[in-house]
């Protein structure tokens, strides 16, 4: 079992950049495929990056492609989430996710605003 906590989110003006994070606790993250979605209001949840247990493999979204990245510091139990040039589109609850053997774990959320 692995309990994530997500923080950094925040109020953003179009253009800006924010970091999140994911804290883990009671197991090393090395363990898992580690990921962020998203889900603004009304909307389904969507795929952001994922970042696979070494580091060596990700994924991003096509909204997001070349303006998001994710890293992760295995040795902190911790994953991060770099967004530049932020866009009004990018209004969401951020979660994270964590999955290994099949089973699937996520945070609360933060929230990430984008308004000029």
């Known amino acids: 079992q692995v309990q994530l906590v997500e923080s950094g989110g925040g109020l953003v003006q179009p253009g800006g950049s924010l970091r999140l994070s994911c804290a883990a606790s009671?197991?090393?993250?090395?363990?898992?495929?580690m990921g962020w979605y998203r889900q603004a209001p009304g909307k389904s949840r969507e795929a952001v990056a994922r970042s696979s247990r070494s580091g060596g493999s990700t994924y991003y979204g096509d909204s997001v492609k070349g303006r998001f990245t994710i890293s992760r510091d295995n040795a902190k139990n911790t994953v991060y989430l770099q967004m530049n040039s932020l866009k009004p589109e990018d209004t969401a609850v951020y979660y994270c996710n964590a999955v290994r053997g099949g089973n699937d774990y996520w945070g609360q959320g933060t929230q990430v605003t984008v308004s000029s």
């Open positions: 009671r197991r090393t993250i090395s363990d898992y495929s």
